[in-house]
C-alpha cells in the first residue's frame, strides 16, 4: 500500500500582497510529491486554521513579507491552540535573525525561512516536520 | 549603416575568425558555460560585428537624442542639462515621522520624493479597522485622513519639488488629499508637481493591492486619469509598472512586455472615453522599471522600450504630438537580487544597477538599500543608496555624454532583439483577448508563477548566480549593526488621532459628501471632485473606499499558481 501524501496547506494572512514566495514552495512541495492548498492572499487566522482542520493537512506554512510576521504568527498559533489542534506551522519571509529564537521558542513556529533559503532545504523540513 | 560590399568581405573574414582561431581556442579549452544567455533567456553570441546589425537605419532606429523614436533617450541634452531625479521609496509609522526623513533625504541631496503608504492605507482601511491590526505604518506611513496628509506635507513644497505617490486601489483618495492639501495652501492646481502610480492592473497579475473588481478599478484609475490631464499638466496620473511584474517572477523582457500590454489598456480606455490621444499620451507615458539584474539587459531593454512605445503610440494609435512618444523612465534597483549572505555586497549590487540606468537614459532612478533583505532601511543604508545615485552622476563621468553605449554592435542587436520579443508578448496578450482578459483567464498570473519557480530553479542550480549565496558562500550567521524596527506605539497613535479627528468634524457634512460620492459612482460621473469634496469634509480613507464598495464590490483574487 503506497504511503498517504503529505497534505501542507500554505496560506498568506494579514494584507501582504507580495506571494512570489509562497507560490514558489507551494509548487516546490507539490513537485517533491505533497498535496498543497494555497489560501491567495488576505486570509484571516480563523480561516486558516478553520481550512487547516477540514482539510486534514499535516503542516501549516506561512508566508510574510510586511514585518508583521510576529503578530500573525502569535494570532495563528492562538486559534490553532484554541481549536487544540498540533498542526506543526512552518514561515519564510523577511525576518530578522534576533526574532528567529522568539519566533520558536516563544510562539512554537517549527522553522523560520529567511530570504536565500534553498527549495530542497525547505522540502526536506517540511518532510521531517510532517512525518513526526 | 555598412556598406554591402564591406559586410560580405566581414562575413568572409569572420568565418575564417571561427574556422581558425575559435576553433583552436575551443580545443585548448572549452567555454564556460554550455550556452551563454541573458537573464531573460536571450542567446548571446561571444562577439558582435556590424554584420548583427546590418538592417539598422540610424535616423529611424537610433536618431537624434530628443528625436522620434527616442532611442537614445528623451531630451535633447539629457544629464548634460538635468541629471536624473533621485527619489528614494520611503515611509512608515505615522505622518510625522515619514515627514522628518524626507527632509534628512532632501538635506542629503535628494531631487525628488517617493511616498510609501503602509498596508491599510493601500487597501482602503482606516487604522482602526479589524484588518488593519498588527499592519500599520509597518511598510509606509499611514493616512487615513486630510489632516494626517497635512502632517505628511508640513514645510515641504508641492510645486517646487516633485513627489511619486505610490499608491494605486486607493490613488484616487489619496491625490484627493494631496489636491485638497495644495487647495488649502493655494497652490494652483496646474503648479502641482508630481505623479502616482496608480497602476491597477499590475496589482492584479502582481502585487495583490487590489479593492474592487478589475472593470471597476480600471474606471476609477481612468477616472483620476482624465481629471489629471484636464486640470493638472505637470502630474504624471500613471505609472505604468514592468517593476512588479519582474519582482512576482517575470524575467525582465516578458515583464516589460506584459506592462506594455497593460499599458495599451489604459490608452485604449481613456480613447474610449473620448479623448483625444494626444490630449493626454504625453501625461501617462511613464513607466516603473527595475534595472537589474542584468546591466546589458536592462540597458538595452530599456532602449528597446522606449523605441517600440514611440512606434506603438504614433502607428497603432496615431500620435502626433511627439511628446505623445516620450516614454519617461523612473527605475528601482528591485529586491529580488539582493541577498541576506553578506548584505554589505548589495551596495556593489546596487551600484551597478544605477549605473546600468544612468547608461539607459532614465528620467529618475530609486535605489534600493542594502538591508532590503532584513526590514525597511534605516537612516544609513537609506543615505548609502542615496550618494551610490550621487556617486555614479557625479564621479564617474558617464552622466556627460548621451547614450554612451549607442552604436556598439551588441547593445544595437539585443535592443532590436528585445524589440522584437517585446512584440512577440504584447502579441501574445492580444491573442488572449487584450490585457484585461488575460488577466480574467489568469493567464498573465500563471506566466508569471511559471517564471518565478524557473528562476528560483535556476538560482539552486547555479544557472543564476549570487556570489556568497549561491557561490563562494561560507557558513556564517548573518549580522547587521543596526536593523530598523517600527515603533510598535505607532498603531496607538494614529488610532487616537483618527478618534479625534472624527470627532472634530461635521457629521451631517460628510454623509452628504458620501451620499454624492456613491451617486457619482453609481451613474458614471467621474468620482475625482466628489472624492476631493468628501476629503475636504474631513470623510476617511476607509469611509471612502467602503462607500464605492457598496456600489462595485470586493475583487475575489484569482488563485492561480
Known amino acids: ?132 | 549603416m555598412f556598406d554591402g560590399k564591406f559586410l560580405e568581405e566581414l562575413k568572409k573574414r569572420q568565418e575564417e575568425w571561427m574556422e581558425t582561431r575559435v576553433k583552436k581556442a575551443l580545443s585548448k579549452a572549452p567555454e564556460r558555460k554550455k550556452e551563454f544567455k541573458t537573464f531573460s533567456g536571450i542567446p548571446v553570441k561571444p562577439f558582435y560585428t556590424p554584420n548583427d546589425i546590418k538592417d539598422l537605419d540610424y535616423f529611424s532606429d537610433i536618431a537624434f537624442p530628443g528625436e522620434y523614436p527616442y532611442t537614445s533617450g528623451i531630451y535633447p541634452l539629457m544629464y548634460r542639462s538635468r541629471l536624473y531625479t533621485m527619489r528614494q521609496y520611503t515611509g512608515w509609522g505615522t505622518a510625522e515621522e515619514t515627514n522628518k526623513r524626507w527632509k534628512y533625504l532632501l538635506a542629503h541631496g535628494e531631487t525628488g520624493l517617493s511616498a510609501a503608504f503602509d498596508l491599510p492605507t493601500q487597501l482602503g482601511y482606516d487604522p482602526d479597522h479589524p484588518l488593519a491590526k498588527g499592519e500599520v505604518g509597518k511598510v509606509g506611513c499611514s493616512i487615513s485622513n486630510i489632516s494626517e496628509y497635512e502632517l505628511l506635507y508640513q514645510d515641504i513644497s508641492m510645486d517646487k519639488i516633485s513627489v511619486h505617490l505610490q499608491v494605486n486601489a486607493t490613488a484616487p483618495f489619496i491625490v484627493a488629499m494631496h489636491i485638497a492639501e495644495a487647495d488649502r495652501r493655494g497652490v494652483p492646481r496646474d503648479r502641482i508637481w508630481g505623479a502616482c502610480q496608480n497602476e491597477i492592473l499590475k496589482e492584479f497579475v502582481a502585487r495583490g493591492t487590489f479593492i474592487y473588481p478589475v472593470e471597476h478599478s480600471m474606471r476609477l484609475a481612468c477616472d483620476l486619469m482624465e481629471f489629471c490631464v484636464k486640470q493638472m499638466p505637470r502630474w504624471q496620473p500613471i505609472t505604468v509598472c514592468q517593476y512588479h511584474i519582474q519582482e512576482a517572477g517575470a524575467d525582465f523582457v516578458t515583464a516589460m512586455g506584459l506592462s506594455f500590454a497593460n499599458a495599451i489598456s489604459y490608452v485604449e480606455a481613456m480613447l474610449k472615453r473620448g479623448l483625444p490621444i494626444d490630449s493626454f499620451a504625453f501625461n501617462i507615458s511613464v513607466w516603473n522599471c527595475v534595472c537589474a539584474p542584468e546591466f546589458f539587459e536592462v540597458i538595452c531593454g530599456l532602449r528597446a522600450a522606449r523605441r517600440l512605445w514611440a512606434r506603438i503610440m504614433k502607428d497603432k494609435f496615431g500620435a502626433r504630438d511627439p511628446r505623445s512618444c516620450m516614454m519617461r523612465i523612473f527605475v528601482g534597483s528591485g529586491g529580488l537580487h539582493l541577498t541576506r549572505a553578506e548584505p554589505l555586497n548589495n551596495i556593489i549590487r546596487i551600484t551597478l544597477s544605477s549605473l546600468a540606468a544612468a547608461l539607459a537614459g532614465v528620467q529618475a532612478q530609486n535605489m534600493q538599500c542594502y538591508d532590503e533583505a532584513f526590514a525597511i532601511p534605516t537612516e544609513e543604508s537609506m543615505r548609502i543608496a542615496l550618494r551610490t545615485m550621487q556617486i555614479v552622476a557625479y564621479e564617474s563621468g558617464v552622466t556627460d555624454v548621451i547614450d554612451p553605449l549607442g552604436g556598439s554592435y551588441f547593445v544595437e542587436s539585443l535592443t532590436n532583439e528585445i524589440e522584437k520579443k517585446l512584440r512577440e508578448i504584447i502579441q501574445a496578450v492580444e491573442d488572449e483577448g487584450g490585457a484585461i482578459e488575460a488577466i480574467r483567464k489568469g493567464w498573465m498570473q500563471r506566466l508569471i508563477a511559471k517564471q518565478a519557480y524557473e528562476q528560483q530553479k535556476r538560482i539552486e542550480e547555479k544557472d543564476i548566480i549570487r556570489v556568497g549565496e549561491n557561490l563562494f558562500a561560507v557558513e556564517r550567521e548573518e549580522k547587521l549593526e543596526s536593523v530598523f524596527k517600527v515603533s510598535p506605539e505607532v498603531e496607538e497613535q494614529v488610532i487616537e488621532r483618527l478618534e479625534k479627528f472624527k470627532a472634530s468634524r461635521d457629521g451631517k457634512q460628510v454623509e452628504e459628501t458620501l451620499a454624492k460620492l456613491q451617486k457619482a459612482a453609481e451613474t458614471g460621473k467621474n468620482t475625482m471632485p466628489y472624492i476631493i469634496d468628501a476629503v475636504k469634509a474631513k470623510a476617511t480613507l476607509g469611509e471612502m473606499c467602503e462607500r464605492l464598495v457598496q456600489v462595485f464590490g470586493r475583487a475575489e483574487e484569482m488563485v492561480v499558481w
Open chain 1, 1 to 132: 500500500m503506497s504511503e498517504r501524501k503529505i497534505k501542507v496547506l500554505i496560506a498568506k494572512p494579514g494584507l501582504d500582497g507580495h506571494d512570489r514566495g509562497a507560490k514558489v514552495v507551494a509548487t516546490a512541495l507539490k513537485e517533491a510529491g505533497m498535496e498543497v492548498i494555497y489560501t491567495g492572499r488576505f486570509k484571516k487566522p480563523d480561516e486558516i486554521v478553520s481550512l487547516a482542520l477540514k482539510e486534514k493537512v499535516d503542516l501549516i506554512g506561512l508566508s510574510i513579507l510586511s514585518g508583521t510576521h510576529m503578530h500573525w504568527c502569535r494570532e495563528v498559533m492562538k486559534k490553532l491552540r484554541e481549536a487544540g489542534a498540533d498542526i506543526p506551522v512552518i514561515l519564510g519571509g523577511i525576518v530578522l535573525d534576533d526574532e528567529i529564537p522568539v519566533l520558536k521558542e516563544e510562539l512554537g513556529i517549527a522553522e523560520v525561512f529567511p530570504p536565500g533559503s534553498k527549495l530542497q532545504d525547505i522540502v526536506k523540513r517540511v518532510e521531517e516536520l510532517a512525518k513526526r
